[in-house]
T-cell receptor
Framework: NAGVMQNPRHLVRRRGQEARLRCSPMKGHSHVYWYRQLPEEGLKFMVYLQKENIIDESGMPKERFSAEFPKEGPSILRIQQVVRGDSAAYFC???????????FGQGTRLTVV | QQPVQSPQAVILREGEDAVINCSSSKALYSVHWYRQKHGEAPVFLMILLKGGEQKGHEKISASFNEKKQQSSLYLTASQLSYSGTYFCGTEYSGGYQKVTFGIGTKLQVIP
């Protein structure tokens, strides 16, 4: 009974490289959310997706960041040309619908050097 | 808009009680409570929907005052395992679940 799976757990990228973060939701869940957490800070909403659709991306930076949740396969958060300020923990959560609990993955800790 | 949590940090001795508050400047549709231990994923505690309900399990309960646009989390007879950062998340409209989290309340329970 696997939970939300994120990989990699830790990712190191040099400035200017691309980072790809993957999230496989819980079985049966079609709602995926991405959050960013900086040290000693809260969880900042980035994007909410359902299968093949971006529902709300109001928390995503306009440039360099994109997200997708294809019909088959995991959800991907992609950060192009990473900068040091992108270093953070990125959490993915999934739920089966509205007003239901969301389960979080273990997060991907991105470090940009 | 981010909900405001108070206090920002609290230290308790085992067996003591604590209240964590979460308030919003906008009308709330629902409030979600999570606990996160250092280096781990946030873990769901409970959801409260508008209607002024109160929920709880074991020694952790919460209330939701729709008129005051706030929620409170009550921890009674605290245990060491309660230590962590507690986040409230607020949803401002139904239809889909975009949850906006506060910056959290750090709770440390000491023997």
């Amino acid at each position: 009974n696997a939970g939300v799976m994120q990989n990699p757990r830790h990712l190191v990228r040099r400035r200017g490289q691309e980072a790809r973060l993957r999230c496989s939701p819980m079985k049966g869940h079609s709602h995926v959310y991405w959050y960013r957490q900086l040290p000693e800070e809260g969880l900042k909403f980035m994007v909410y997706l359902q299968k093949e659709n971006i529902i709300d991306e109001s928390g995503m930076p306009k440039e360099r960041f994109s997200a997708e949740f294809p019909k088959e396969g995991p959800s991907i958060l992609r950060i192009q040309q990473v900068v040091r300020g992108d270093s953070a923990a990125y959490f993915c959560a999934s739920s089966g619908g509205t007003n239901t609990e969301a389960f979080f993955g273990q997060g991907t800790r991105l470090t940009v050097v | 808009q981010q909900p405001v949590q108070s206090p920002q940090a609290v230290i308790l001795r085992e067996g003591e009680d604590a209240v964590i508050n979460c308030s919003s400047s906008k009308a709330l549709y629902s409030v979600h409570w999570y606990r996160q231990k250092h280096g781990e994923a946030p873990v769901f505690l409970m959801i409260l929907l508008k209607g002024g309900e109160q929920k709880g399990h074991e020694k952790i309960s919460a209330s939701f005052n729709e008129k005051k646009q706030q929620s409170s989390l009550y921890l009674t007879a605290s245990q060491l395992s309660y230590s962590g950062t507690y986040f409230c998340g607020t949803e401002y409209s139904g239809g889909y679940q975009k949850v906006t989290f506060g910056i959290g309340t750090k709770l440390q329970v000491i023997p």
